[in-house]
């Protein structure tokens, strides 16, 4: 359903690459919701994702930037500005890519070239962006900016790896950012953290599906899917939060604030009914 929450505002939305993307479902609703924005990726997202067809849907420009470059990264600010007849009312940070993922290197044997560019790219493009756009001045009083984080910034989950450090620090700049944006030009800026979500980003995370099945049996209102977390998104960026700012907010089913849960306690009880029988049986054996 659409309430016009963001009619008349505009926006830079980053890091849509396919109709899975958390971005994708932001944009989408954004411009249910009457909002005029940019869209931003990679030139190679650009090439293999699917950015154009959103485009095409919601009558957005595509600027391409790396973000982890300044000058890419001050082009789309002053290209949206110019695109969409003044300055941004909000901005979607939903930026994430670890090559220890990817190249499957574990926590205890990280390689430190990789590990600096997943904390550019997943972290510090976000300050980088911040940044930018306080020296342009290129966001409006009251505007509002949101970053997707994970709980494993805050917990530690088996097999997130360096992106659990990545997430650490982009929480952290959610706050030093948030408060110079607060007391000087009256900006919001936040974070998300968002449950385990099936898209090109997520289901590189070792033991994914493994992973989303203990969160949902954990979850007393189960994992959050894309959808909702743009739900919750546009309404970070309307006018209807507007005191809200420097917090990582849970998106999560309630994952972040259990310990063990019955659901859960089955599934564990189960397996460890199992592998009783299996000992067992293998004593037998013996
Ligand atoms: N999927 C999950 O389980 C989950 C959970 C919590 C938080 N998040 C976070 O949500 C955000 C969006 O991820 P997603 O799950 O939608 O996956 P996704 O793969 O669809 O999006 C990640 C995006 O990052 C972009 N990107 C990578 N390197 C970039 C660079 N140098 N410059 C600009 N863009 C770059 C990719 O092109 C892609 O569009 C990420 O920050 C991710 O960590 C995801």
Same mark, same amino acid.
């Given at each position: 359903m659409a309430y016009q929450l963001l009619k008349g505002k505009r926006g830079i939305i980053f *890091?849509? +690459? &396919?109709? $899975?993307s958390i971005a994708w479902k932001v944009a989408e609703r954004a411009f249910e919701e009457g909002a005029v924005f940019t869209l931003s990726n990679t030139p190679t997202a650009l090439r293999f994702g699917e950015l154009d067809e959103l485009a095409a849907k919601c009558n957005a420009t595509v600027i391409p930037a790396d973000a982890t470059s300044v000058e890419d990264l001050t082009n789309v600010f002053e290209k949206s500005m110019e695109v969409l007849g003044g300055k941004v009312d909000f901005v979607l940070h939903s930026i994430g890519m670890s090559l220890n993922v990817r190249k499957k290197r574990v926590y205890n044997d990280l390689n430190y070239e990789y590990l600096n560019k997943t904390l550019d790219i997943s972290a510090i493009s976000f300050h980088k962006m911040l940044q930018v756009a306080f020296k342009l001045d290129a966001i409006n009083e009251w505007g509002s900016v949101v970053a997707l984080s994970y709980v494993a910034a805050q917990r530690t989950l088996y097999g997130y790896n360096d992106m659990a450090d990545a997430k650490a620090l982009l929480e952290s700049i959610a706050r030093s950012f948030g408060y110079i944006y607060g007391r000087e030009r009256r900006i919001r800026v936040n974070t998300i953290s968002q449950s385990? %979500? $099936?898209t090109t980003a997520g289901s590189g995370v070792k033991g994914f599906d493994a992973l989303i099945d203990f969160t949902e049996r954990m979850s007393p209102l189960g994992n959050a899917t894309a959808d909702e977390c743009a739900d919750y998104a546009i309404t970070l960026f309307s &006018? +209807? %939060? $507007? $005191?809200? %700012?420097?917090q990582n907010l849970?998106? &999560? *089913?309630g994952f972040s604030s259990m310990g063990m849960s019955l659901s859960a306690m089955s599934m564990y009880n189960k397996s460890v009914k199992i592998s009783n029988i299996i000992s067992e049986g293998l004593e037998e054996l013996d």
């Open positions: *890091g849509a +690459l &396919d109709n $899975k385990p %979500t $099936k &006018d +209807l %939060t $507007k $005191k809200v %700012t420097m849970f998106h &999560d *089913g």
